[in-house]
Every structure is written in C-alpha cells, then in structure tokens.
C-alpha cells in the first residue's frame, strides 16, 4: 500500500486526484441541473422531483457525502498544488498560451475555486439546511429568488461557476492523459458547451422565478 499513498503524495499524482474529483463533480452539476430545471414544468413537478429523490434514502446519503469527501480532496490537493506551485515559482511571469487553454482561464483557478467554495457555503444554508417546516422545496427555492440581490449573486456565481468548470473539463482529460492532438480540440469545445449549458442553466432559474414571482 505504501506505493499508493505515494502515488498520491507526487505532483502528477495530486493532479490526477484533482482530474479524477473536478470531472465527478462536472457529472453532479449536469445531473443536479437537469432536476433544477424541472422547476420549469411548475412547483409542483419540482416537489415530485425532490420528493423521489429523497426516496432513495440510504443511496442520496451515500451520495451527499462521497460529494462531502470528494469535496475536501478536491479542495485541499488543489490548495497544496497551489502553495507548491507559488513556492516553486516565487516571481511572477507570463506563460504562452498552450494547446489546453488561455494563462488567465488556468492562473484564475484557485481564486474562482475558492469563491465557488463560499458560493457552496452560502447555497447550502439557504437550502439543503433552511427550514422546511409548513414549505416545499419550492417554497423555499421560490422564496430565496424572491429577492433581486441574491439572484444577482446567484447569477454572477453560475458566471464563475461556468467558466470553472469549463476550464477544468478540458484540464481534467489532459490530466488524465486524454491529450492527444486528434481530440483535444474536439474536447475543448465540448469544455466551452458545458461550461455555457451549466452557467446559463442555473443561472437562468432565479432569474425565471423572479420574474413570475
């Protein structure tokens, strides 16, 4: 065993950790967006849509926390790939652009990271974690979009979340070894879609929802 947690404590082994947890939570958003976005369909579809989740029991527990520890990898590799990456380059400078991506999309990571991880905080309290008693899930999400400030928030935080995640798709297959000439640009141009899809998908709902409210 002693070779795996070595493997681990290696740079491209932290960047494998990193590719491995980022595209499992790029599949989570895809999924969780397209139960979001059943709020289209009325409150009442959005109810039945939580209400069979939550019949799966021990299953959406399981699921909550191994996003839980693939969370605290994600964020506490990525924090270290980052001290070391300072560390091993204390003076700034500019990179060229390469064949993944732009020097802004990949120097800005850490920074939107750590705002998604706020952004998270903040979405869960107001959610997972609000009061239910007497309220739907529909009620609570029709209640908290009720308020013109927090969706400009919402929506400014899909904006980071979208570009994120569209960086990190195509970084993520890189990683993983997935760089070869015939398909990586195929998969940056799938990297850009979801990145759109999951920015304009959840941001468009409080947006919606204000607007009916």
């Given amino acids: 065993m002693n070779w795996f947690f070595g493997t681990f404590r290696t740079s491209i082994g932290k960047k494998l950790v990193m590719a491995g947890t980022g595209l499992v939570f790029c599949l989570f958003l895809f999924t969780h967006l397209i139960g979001n976005l059943m709020v289209y369909g009325g409150g009442e579809r959005l109810v039945e849509y939580s209400e069979h989740l939550h019949r799966l029991g021990i299953l959406i527990s399981v699921a909550e926390w191994g996003l839980v520890i693939f969370g605290l990898l994600h964020i506490g590799i990525g924090l270290v790939l980052f ?109 850009v879609v979801f990145g759109v899809v999951i920015g304009v998908g959840f941001g468009s709902i409080p947006v919606y929802l204000l607007s009916i409210g």
């Fill in 83 to 191: 001290i070391e990456n300072r560390r091993a380059r204390p003076v700034g400078y500019v990179m060229k652009r390469g064949a993944g991506g732009s020097t802004w999309s990949s120097s800005t990571m850490p920074y939107s990271g750590l705002y998604i991880l706020v952004f998270v905080i903040i979405h869960l309290i107001n959610f997972h974690f609000a009061d239910r008693s007497g309220r739907t899930i529909y009620d609570i999400v029709a209640g908290t979009f009720s308020h013109p400030g927090y969706v400009i928030y919402y929506v400014i935080s899909m904006v980071v979340v979208g570009l994120h995640v569209r960086h990190g798709l195509w970084s993520g297959f890189q990683t993983l070894g997935l760089n070869h000439p015939k398909y990586m640009p195929f998969i940056r141009k799938v990297s």
